[in-house]
C-alpha cells in the first residue's frame, strides 16, 4: 500500500511550500474553546472535505495565505506566558504534518502540551495510506480529536468536547485527562491590535482579519 496523496492541485501546492514552512490560514493566542487550559490555536490552510455546516470554509484551498517558518511560530506560540498548550485546527492539519510535527516537538520540549483536530480517523492516520508524516505527528499529540464534522449529528450542549456525535477525543497523555472540561458549544471572540476580530469555537466561524 502507498501513502495516500491529495489531488494534484493540492500537491502542486503543497510540494510548493518551502522546507520547514507551513501554510496558514489563522492563529490565535490565550483561547479557552479549543483543549485544555489556555492554548494557542493555529488553522492551517487547505483541507479537501467541503463539509457542509464547516465552520472555516476558507481553509479548504490549498493555495498560499500566511506562510510561516517552523521556527517562527515556536516563538510566536512560546512568547505568550499564558498559552499553557497548542491546538493545530483547520483546514485538516494532517496535509501539512511533517512540519506540525516539527512545531510540536519544540513547544512541548518547552513544557506545552499539543492538541490537534483532524477530519481523518485516527485508525485512518496509523494506516500505510495515511498522509506524508502523520506518524511523526502523532507521536507528538497529547489529545487528538477525530473525524469530520457531519452536520445531521451535529451536537448543541454545552458540556460536550466534540461538535458532531461521531467524533472521537483521544488522551494519549493520561496527565491531561481530568482537564477534559472545555465546551464546545461556546464561542469565543478575539480583538486583534488592527481592531479585526478573530471568532472561534463550536457555531462559530474564524474570521480572518480584515481592514476596518
Sequence with gaps: MTTFHPPLEAMQALAQMPPQHL??????????????????????QGCLRACPGCF?????????NQIVAVDDLVT????????????FSGGEPFWQAPALAAVARQVKAQGLTVMSF???????????????????????LDI?????YVEALAIHEPTSLVS??????????????????WASDQIEVHIL?????IVTGYQGHLHLPQDG
Excluded at 476558507?58 to 498560499?64: D, G, L, M, Q, V
Design 23 to 44: 501554510n496558514l490560514m489563522g492563529y490565535v493566542d490565550r483561547s479557552e474553546v479549543n483543549g485544555p487550559g489556555t492554548r494557542a490555536v493555529v488553522w492551517v
Design 56 to 64: 472555516n470554509p476558507a481553509s479548504w484551498s490549498f493555495e498560499p
Design 76 to 87: 510566536r506560540i512560546t512568547s505568550d506566558a499564558d498559552n499553557t498548550g497548542v491546538t
Design 118 to 140: 483532524t477530519g481523518f480517523t485516527l485508525e485512518r492516520l496509523q494506516a500505510p495510506t495515511a498522509p506524508a508524516g502523520a506518524q511523526a505527528l502523532l507521536a507528538q
Design 144 to 148: 487528538l480529536v477525530d473525524g469530520p
Design 164 to 181: 458532531s456525535k461521531n467524533q472521537r477525543v483521544h488522551v494519549f497523555n493520561p496527565a491531561l485527562q481530568d482537564q477534559m472540561t
Design 193 to 197: 491590535k488592527d481592531g479585526s476580530r
